[in-house]
């Protein structure tokens, strides 16, 4: 816990927590949360133990191996799920079903196929939004994902990377108090993930909300985020259920330079705690691994 | 046509800028793509179609006129003709038409109407399939025919009990198709549309429904066929006029004439309605495809 929430979003939440709130950023707790989902084969734990501060207007990412929970981590901050044991607040209140201070931008983009990318962004915005205002700023996010040559187009109609932008928008128009992202550059090529990832950090910039990041690639958490957590199971008597292994506060402003020694420095740390040999030699940015 | 050839790169276009598929060989436009050929083009498919009705109606010509079957068993496509104007003269044709045709567009309004709302209700709340579920998969394995009777009885041999015996016909492809579709709507879009706040009828109106439209619309179109096909069952039966009525009283009375003219007609009526429907669906599906 590098951080501590600053005081004034908690007093500010605790007397009002009406939505008009909404759109400022919030902090993000996580308390003793355990989840753990029935499977064929028996219960199956994913989390346990886990706890995790988020400071508001902070940018952090969760790593781990596949398939320990990152998703599930998120799921619970986003009110998709419910944690079984431990609480999760937001700017010091309990995080509600489809919390409508959160907003998800998922791994795959999740748009209604048959709507515009114009009208998918404006799903996001909250309900009751004048129309006037609701085309305003529908027109304001596509321009700023890029997308304002193809409002109108449906998201067959675009390619992988134009439709996880809109996806992003359509976050964007929450004006969430935490921006949750899942994995949400994953399924884009190479080129278009480095272009999403220094798009996202202007969206910060201009409107710098809580930013909680699931991912398995650590260069674009230590590109990204101000801190990383790193999540793994750690309690043998459960095994698979994972908690918080460590959290790695990231050197330097953004953007950062991708090509910082400091950064392969805590690369090869955070691959190791991922348990990936890295045949790091020290102070040599030209290895590069992947998961 | 007059082109417009304005280099060796740019397109041939022609006066509306379209592009000239025989001139542009390496154009998209060009016919060697795959899946081009003549049955990609709709008056050649349209041809092809008419083809067998065209050679089944020489065949009926050869095999009456050279006598090869007794005109008592198959007459002319000549005096079925004759029988169509006898009956136009005499007012009837046009009435049975009608009559048959607002039976079967409102019971299919009916019947469709219901199969929409108990298929959303049965499709999207666990309690109303637990409670629904088996009582209807239970009336959908009654025949047709035999609601005839029982109807009858209960509201005689009006309108009232044709129109719900066609409705019943309607009901169950809408009801079934609803159902199922709306049980494997892509959970991720569900999931998706409550997390941006969606709920109840909003949810079922922005995501559920719209992501269910496809089937449902091939669910309609089966239901339409169905209604022509009850509407015959209700006027076979008790009715006084309506191409059914003709069918029946034609046999009836040893008119194999009318009896023919009758299926003519039930085929070209069927086949009419399921190509406006196959339109409405056409330009809808636009959206989804």
Redesign the interface.
Known sequence: MTRTPSSTAITSTATDPAPAAVGDARPVALRGVARTFATPSGPRPVLAGLDLEIAAGEVVAVIGPSGCGKSTLLRQV?G?DAPDAGEVLLGGTPVAP?D?RT??A?Q?P?L???RTLAHNVA??L??GTPRTQAREQVARLLDLVGLSGSAGL?P?QVSGGMAQRASLA?ALA?RPGVLLLDEPFGALDALTRLRMQDLLLEVHASRPTTVLLVTHDVEEALYLADRVVLLAALDPAAPGAASVRSVITVPGDRPRDRADARLSELRAELLDGLGVPTHHHVHDPDLHHSI | MSVTVTGTSAPVTDTRGRAVPGLNPFSPGHAARPGAGPLSRRPVRLALGLALPAVLLVTWQVVTSTGLVAPYQLPSPASVWTAAVDLVERGLLGQYVAISTQRVVLGFLIGAALGLAVGSLVGLSRLAGSLLETTLGAVRAVPSLAWVPLLILWMGIGEDSKLTLIAIGAFFPVYTTVVAALRHVDPHLVEAGRAYGLRGARLLGAVQLPAAVPSVVAGLRLALAQSWLFLVAAELIASSMGVGFLLMDSGQNGRVDRAILAILLLALLGKTTDALIGLAEKSLLKRWA
């Open positions: 986003a998709l489809y409508a907003a998800v998922f795959e999740r209604l196929p048959w799903l996001g909250p309900r449906r067959r359509r929450r």
